[in-house]
């Protein structure tokens, strides 16, 4: 505990009273008064600069001296001083030993953590960041990682800031490895970028991809020749009549594989590339009046079905590709809304972009199936789905079109009381003036589904 301040400092005063008492006591006796004082007050003060003089020496250096052993005043600095350079040690040992397991820590960890500052340099990473990466420890701290990859996609990734999804790239060319980098922004624009290998799981989506290309190949050419027998058998006067209902629903049963095939190779044919599509400016207008009238024709005016354009502006993308989702969302309207009922087809420009959408008065869909509705052969009803022809791939292929047009897919639906399915494309694919049309507007009037 330390001492009262006061009292020391009272003692300390007495005691430079008692050395000039005694200064004088010597002058007198000498016959020198004031150089008795003044001398024993130049001794004292001689002893205080030696004190001063060793206080100074071990601060300077304390690691390797061991206190001085002064008492008084001095003693009080020297102990205060002590207690400092004790507790400071403590925290510099607590602090270098977090460090140490922090570091332990994350050069165990697998996958590959690289922290960057606002300007997206390097301030540290862990061994397996520096095995997938290519770095080095002694001269790549400080060097900006977009610059050091090398790769377009990740310095856009990087300058985008939105880190919601991860980014997965190739690094080196020619080579298999693929890599997934996650961002996790912290602090004052610092981000933590997480790096795995997912070269076998790339692979693995590749040998898939081309199974499901390969094996919707194959069948598409028996399934033709099946589905044109078939077709030829039911319109022979000559079959048995008992044969006759087996017959047509082999027909319908080979017309819903065709369909199943078709949009597989369609989906497969999406997925090969995540490139975005440039495309041409597509006259929004023509296309819904051309999905209009087929649609009409589709189900022969069991619906009533509207187009609301509100927009003169064009949108840019691949003509087939946007006829196929916009169809898909159409069909889809008329295959569930019962007859009687109202279809919608919208087109409107605001400050976000261009929307499409359709809307439609069916039974609508409970909330607990939105979010699963665009994944491959996701049905709502499966008895009814297949009753009505579809594949169960019609959202996917959507959902794949929007996302190589930098769109997306929101679906609105209140059971009993209908559906909205909304395409909501960015302002960068809008084209602001009207679009010329040919008198052929190029879209196919017949459907894919
Ligand atoms: P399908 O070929 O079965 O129509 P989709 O991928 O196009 O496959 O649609 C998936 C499921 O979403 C459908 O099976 C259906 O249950 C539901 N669905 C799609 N559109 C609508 C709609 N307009 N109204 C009600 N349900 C719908």
């Known amino acids: 505990m330390l001492r009262n301040p006061f009292e020391d400092w009272g003692f300390a ?16 006796f000498v016959g020198h008064l004031w150089w008795g004082i003044a001398g024993a007050l130049a001794i004292e003060l001689a002893r205080q600069l030696a004190n001063l003089n060793d206080f100074l020496d071990w601060l300077r250096h304390r690691n390797q001296r061991d206190p001085p052993d002064a008492g008084g005043r001095w003693g009080d600095a020297v102990s205060l001083v002590s207690r400092l350079h004790r507790r400071k040690q403590f925290h510099k040992q607590r602090i270098l030993r977090l460090f140490r397991e922090l570091r332990r820590s994350t050069a165990s960890m697998p996958d590959g953590v690289v922290a960057l500052n606002a300007d997206r340099e390097i301030l540290w990473f862990n061994r397996k960041a520096a095995e997938l990466l290519g770095l080095r420890r002694k001269t790549d701290f400080g060097i900006n990682l977009a610059s ?17 999804s991860s980014l997965r790239i190739k690094p080196r060319i020619g080579e298999p490895t693929c890599l997934e980098f996650q961002g996790a922004p912290y602090g004052e624009g610092q981000l933590f970028l997480l790096v795995r290998d997912v070269t076998r799981q790339a692979q693995l989506e590749t040998m898939r991809k081309d199974f499901v290309a390969n094996a919707s190949h194959e069948l598409r050419s028996p399934l033709t020749v099946i589905a044109g027998y078939l077709e030829t058998l039911s319109l022979g006067e000559e079959l048995p009549e008992d044969l006759r209902g087996p017959i047509q629903e082999m027909r319908r049963q080979s017309e819903r594989m065709t369909a199943i095939v078709s949009d597989l190779l369609e989906l497969s044919r999406l997925e090969a590339s995540d ?19 087929d649609l009409v024709a589709r189900d022969a005016g069991k619906h009533e079905v509207s187009v609301s354009i509100e927009a003169p502006d064009g949108l840019m993308g691949d003509t087939g590709l946007i006829h196929s989702a916009f169809w898909n969302l159409a069909d889809n309207a008329a295959k569930y809304t019962p007859a009687g009922g109202k279809i919608t087809l919208r087109w409107w420009v605001d400050e976000l972009g261009g929307h499409f959408a359709v809307t439609d008065t069916g039974p609508g869909i409970s909330p607990e199936h939105l979010p699963r509705l665009t994944e491959r052969f996701y049905r709502v009803d499966p008895g009814r789905a297949r009753d009505t022809g579809g594949s169960g791939l019609g959202l996917a292929i959507v959902r794949h079109v929007l996302q190589r047009h930098g769109a997306e897919l929101k679906i609105e639906s209140e059971e009993g009381r209908g559906s909205a399915f909304a395409c909501h494309f960015p302002r960068t694919r809008l084209v602001r003036e009207p679009i010329a049309m040919t008198g052929d507007s190029g879209y196919s009037p017949t459907n894919d589904k």
């Open 148 to 164: 050091l990859l090398r790769v377009p996609e990740f310095a856009r990734y990087l300058e985008k800031g939105e880190f919601s």
């Open 13 to 28: 005063l007495w005691r430079v009273l008692l050395v000039a008492g005694i200064g004088a006591l010597v002058g007198l």
């Open 275 to 293: 490139e975005q599509v440039v495309g041409q400016p597509i006259d929004v207008a023509a296309l819904l009046a051309v999905l209009r009238k």
